[in-house]
């Protein structure tokens, strides 16, 4: 049986929002019920639209931030019950832009064995041996040791930031959306070396992106995400080649194409732009879906099982399994 690393149990966190000294308080809900477990050297993508809560939730898997409701376990162990520099042992992030995430006045050996020294391992230069293992395993020379972040090209930087995070050894490692930031040219390379690093290093990664052409080149499973909820979960092959959720199958058709003659696709959705202030009733999707029944805009949507190992939120397979229930 597959180990799991990560698991989250139906997660929520809301915030208090104020409307200004003459309004009400509102409470915005930025993860709503997430329940995911991901497994020993897997690759979740985890993609949505901005504002769907990808970055909430990936605080709370980190334990940056508590969750109102639910409990996220990491190894088996609740990860309230651990103390911070053990779970940054075990768990770390990559984050999306390298220029804001490293310290422009500390150098590329500072940066890289600053965890070492927090969590107090080796000495002086074992701390400085460890580095440049991990340079040479990011594809950087010995030389950018001395350098400081500012002296090196975007991908340089992005690399760094790759060795700082790996430096302890992780299980686990966040990537959000860790090329978006990039120029084009060195964005695939990045990607490769992430590749390569989860062989090597027999990482996890959950894998936070726009770009569906990214997350089906890294991701061996795909999470899509919509105003706090997971609609759609399944192995990434199964995932594209046949998406369940009316929500998946529009993003998916809003993937631009390099043919000049398809112009801009269609995705729609409409006019109406998702509210987490004001979340619709029933089905969080009904008042932009294209197949809406009346049911979606009065019941929350079950979890269904729609094929080995994949789930979807939607009102339409609960009503064809009742019918298939039915005729048997």
């Known amino acids: 049986?597959?180990?799991?690393?990560?698991?989250?149990?139906?997660l929520h966190r809301s915030y208090a929002v104020s409307r200004g000294p003459m309004a009400r308080g509102a409470t915005l809900t930025a993860v709503g019920g997430v329940?995911?477990?991901?497994?020993?050297?897997?690759?979740?993508?985890?993609v949505g639209e901005s504002g769907c809560g990808k970055s909430t939730l990936a605080r709370l898997l980190l334990g940056l931030e508590a969750p109102t409701?639910?409990?996220?376990?990491l190894g088996g162990r609740p990860v309230s019950s651990m103390d911070r520099l053990e779970r940054s042992r075990k768990?770390?992030?990559?984050?999306?832009?390298?220029?804001?995430?490293l310290n422009p006045s500390k150098t590329v050996l500072s940066i890289v064995t600053l965890p070492l020294r927090v969590h107090r391992l080796g000495d002086r230069p074992a701390r400085e041996r460890r580095a440049i293992e991990m340079l040479d395993l990011v594809g950087l020379p010995q030389r950018v040791l001395t350098s400081l972040p500012g002296d090196l090209s975007g991908g340089q930087r992005q690399r760094v930031a790759i060795a700082r995070a790996l430096v302890t050894r992780?299980?686990?490692?966040?990537?959000?959306?860790?090329?978006?930031?990039?120029?084009?040219s060195v964005q695939s390379q990045i990607l490769n070396l992430l590749l390569d690093l989860r062989q090597q290093l027999g990482l996890t990664y959950i894998m936070i992106s726009h770009d569906l052409a990214v997350v089906r080149h890294l991701a061996t499973r795909v999470a899509v995400m919509y105003l706090g909820r997971i609609v759609e979960e399944a192995d990434t092959r199964a995932l594209f080649e046949t998406p369940q959720h009316p929500y998946t199958r529009i993003l998916l058709n809003s993937i631009l194409t390099p043919e000049p003659d398809k112009g801009?696709?269609?995705t729609a959705l409409g006019t109406t732009f998702p509210n987490p202030l004001d979340l619709p009733q029933g089905c969080r999707f009904h008042p932009r879906c294209p197949e809406a029944i009346p049911t979606c805009a009065r019941e929350?949507?079950?979890?269904v099982r729609r094929r080995p190992g994949g789930t979807v939120e939607c009102h339409l397979y609960r009503d064809q399994d009742r019918r298939r229930e039915k005729e048997t």
């Open 1 to 10: 049986m597959t180990e799991v690393v990560l698991e989250a149990r139906d």
């Open 35 to 46: 329940s995911l477990r991901i497994e020993r050297g897997s690759v979740l993508g985890l």
């Open 69 to 73: 409701v639910g409990e996220v376990r």
């Open 91 to 101: 768990i770390q992030v990559v984050f999306q832009d390298p220029n804001s995430s």
């Open 170 to 184: 992780p299980e686990i490692v966040i990537c959000d959306e860790p090329t978006s930031a990039l120029d084009v």
């Open 264 to 266: 801009l696709p269609e």
């Open 300 to 303: 929350s949507p079950p979890r």
